[in-house]
């Protein structure tokens, strides 16, 4: 047997495995919330200013274009920590727009490991949001949909923490703490205009994983411990890493509830979608100990249990815009299979495992929300401190 043939049998293998899992998965998983989503979209996201982090790449390009291609939004704003990535992003976004489409498409900075960069990116947003022609100083803009969908992943080789904070955490959960806090009084302006048929109320979605179910359940374990990693071997320091991962994106998913149980009597929604396994570029920056092996070609490139960018889109587009009869507050949007299939809500059912948000106490949920305030200084959520940009 040749070396490839090795290495092709191992990937049939590792594939059988992770089917068994996911149609374990789908038996266990309820009804489906198959709708007809491109046909839909026109209508859900008609008039709503939308914002997408992490928009030049991967899922968040494909949800940005396809909200282009329905060509009914007001504004689509792109952040991005690249300008120049973001300008190619808006300009396939552009000319996408269905004839006639008066939908805005801008970009704005954002880099999520820099603090300052977040606030500052927030402010240009604001900015953004208001229409230049009818700006009124007093009047907050509207912001109908925030999808915190940036993200890092296994980044065991980076600088390991982020102004004092492991990167995962600091990325993928306290960043985006930080952008919905500033952007807070936006989603607040937007509620309570956005009834009747199709107009479903402001909303902030978390693109969470199911990884999350590798976490520690205490998600501020390992925050601000010395790294531990260097001693340890490239293997150990990269499995550490997916439980860094893991453990941020169990921080969406409490994030989501948090938000869920403090503002849905606001008028805002809060809904996370897990993409399943994508093919998006994910895969190829992780700097595995193996960089160029099997496993990163199979995790890059498999065709049997990942989806394209365009379906791994439809959890958060249908999280981002289906009205809450649909999808509501609270939930987590999966797909049917784990790794690839339609949408649906998680069910019930799953609740014993850390999965579920029912297997969160409150307690863990409010200890998250309350250690993140303290991190970034914040004194009341949504509540813009004196002196900040
Ligand atoms: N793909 C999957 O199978 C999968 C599965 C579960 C969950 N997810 C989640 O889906 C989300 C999107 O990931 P993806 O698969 O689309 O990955 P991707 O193709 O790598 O896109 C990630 C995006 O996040 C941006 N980003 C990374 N670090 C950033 C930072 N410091 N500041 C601002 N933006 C930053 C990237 O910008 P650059 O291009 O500049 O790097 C890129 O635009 C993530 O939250 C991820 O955890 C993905």
Known sequence: ?????????????????????????????????????????????????????????????????????AGTANTI????????????????????LPEGATTRVLTVELDLSKRDSVMKGAHAIQEALSDQETADQDVVPDLDVLINNAGVA?????????????????INHLSHFLLTHRLLPNLLAAAGKRTGANMSPPRVVHVSSLTAIGSWRDVSLGWKNPNPRKAMGRWFNFFDCIR???????????????????????????????????????????????????????ATKNPYLSMSTDDGATMQLMA???????????SHVVPKYWTTGTPVL???LLSGFSLHYN??????????WDASMKELGIEEFGKLESGMA
């Open 1 to 69: 047997m040749t070396q490839r043939d090795q290495s092709r049998s191992r990937s049939f293998v590792i594939c059988i495995a992770v089917a068994l899992c996911a149609i374990a998965f789908s038996i266990a998983t309820s009804g489906g919330i198959e709708y007809a989503l491109d046909k839909e979209l026109p209508t859900w996201s008609r008039d709503k200013a939308v914002l997408i982090t992490g928009a030049n790449a991967g899922l968040g390009l494909a949800t940005a274009l396809r909200i282009a291609r």
């Open 77 to 96: 704003i792109l952040a991005c920590r690249n300008p120049s990535k973001c300008q190619v992003a808006m300009q396939d976004a552009v000319s996408i």
């Open 154 to 170: 296994f980044a065991w080789n980076s600088k390991e923490f982020v102004e004092g904070v492991e990167t995962h955490m600091a």
């Open 244 to 298: 860094y991962y893991s453990q941020s994106k169990r921080a969406n998913l409490m994030q989501t509830w948090e938000l869920h149980k403090r503002y849905e009597g606001a008028g805002i929604i809060s809904v996370a979608a897990h993409p399943g396994y994508t093919r998006s570029e994910i895969f190829r920056k992780v700097q595995m100990p193996l960089s160029s092996g099997w496993i990163k070609e199979l």
């Open 320 to 330: 981002a815009f289906a009205p809450p009869d649909i999808v509501p507050s609270g």
């Open 346 to 348: 998680i069910p019930r």
């Open 359 to 368: 297997s969160f106490s409150e307690k863990d949920t409010a200890n998250l």
